[in-house]
């Protein structure tokens, strides 16, 4: 298993600005997801992030809006930028269990408030 | 492409009773799927999974999900449920276990009551 830690838990941001979160996982893992979770509705995967190559965005999520950095095998970063209201969602990161039985890990999330 | 439906967003139930949360998914491929819990303020955490065999697949904290081909169902049960299974529960399918590409349901709310 895997114990991913996110910073900050929780943030209220203002319309406009920009924000970053960070994702600490107690092991290397080659691939490191992030999800967005809007009120009230399920997961969607925003981008795939792997050590030393590009985030692969999924479709309606662009790298000028959610930029990601992956400097190594145990961190990376999500940000959020030019926030709207609209962006308020709790968002996660995520991690494969290494051994392709498909099991995710999920981090406890980061609940950001646009005002 | 993939689809997975949950159609109930919230189940009350009391606490000792059985509980089913419906699942259905539509795909073109072979599918993996999966059933996870997310406690309130918490990440979300994996109860079971199928991938292959059986089609009764058993999880943590007593709860069991049937793999249905015919119907796309993979149903979430549990004989008696108690308080602290008061959480949101999702449904996921992805068609290779080895991508990490999930499609979520929507999520059904179980409400355990005393």
């Known amino acids: 298993s895997a114990v991913i830690s996110q910073k900050p838990s929780r943030d209220i941001c203002q319309r406009g600005t920009s924000l970053t979160i960070q994702c600490q996982v107690d092991?290397?893992?080659?691939?490191m997801f992030w999800y967005r979770q809007q009120p009230g509705q399920s997961l969607t995967l925003i981008a795939t992030a792997n050590q030393g190559s590009e985030a692969t965005y999924e479709s309606g999520f662009v790298i000028d809006k959610f930029p990601i950095s992956r400097p190594n095998l145990t961190f990376s970063t999500l940000t959020v930028s030019n926030m709207s209201p609209e962006d308020s969602s709790i968002y996660l990161c995520s991690v494969g269990d290494g051994a392709n039985t498909g099991e995710l890990f999920f981090g406890e999330g980061s609940r950001l408030t646009v005002l | 492409a993939q689809s997975v439906t949950q159609l109930d967003s919230q189940v009350p139930v009391f606490e000792e009773a059985p509980v089913e949360l419906r699942c259905n998914y539509s795909?073109?491929?072979?599918?993996?799927l999966f059933w996870y819990v997310q406690y309130p303020n918490q990440g979300l955490q994996l109860l079971l999974k199928?991938?292959?065999?059986?089609?009764l697949v058993k999880g943590i904290n007593g709860f069991e999900a049937e793999f249905n081909k015919s119907q796309t169902s993979f149903h979430l049960r549990k004989p008696s449920v108690h308080i602290s299974d008061t959480a949101e529960y999702f449904c996921?399918?992805?068609?290779?276990?080895?991508?990490?590409?999930?499609?979520f349901g929507t999520g059904t709310r179980l409400k355990v009551l005393a």
């Open positions: 199928y991938l292959s065999g059986s089609t």
């Open positions: 996921a399918v992805s068609d290779f276990a080895g991508t990490y590409k999930y499609i």
């Open positions: 092991s290397q893992v080659t691939m």
């Open positions: 795909s073109s491929v072979s599918v993996y």
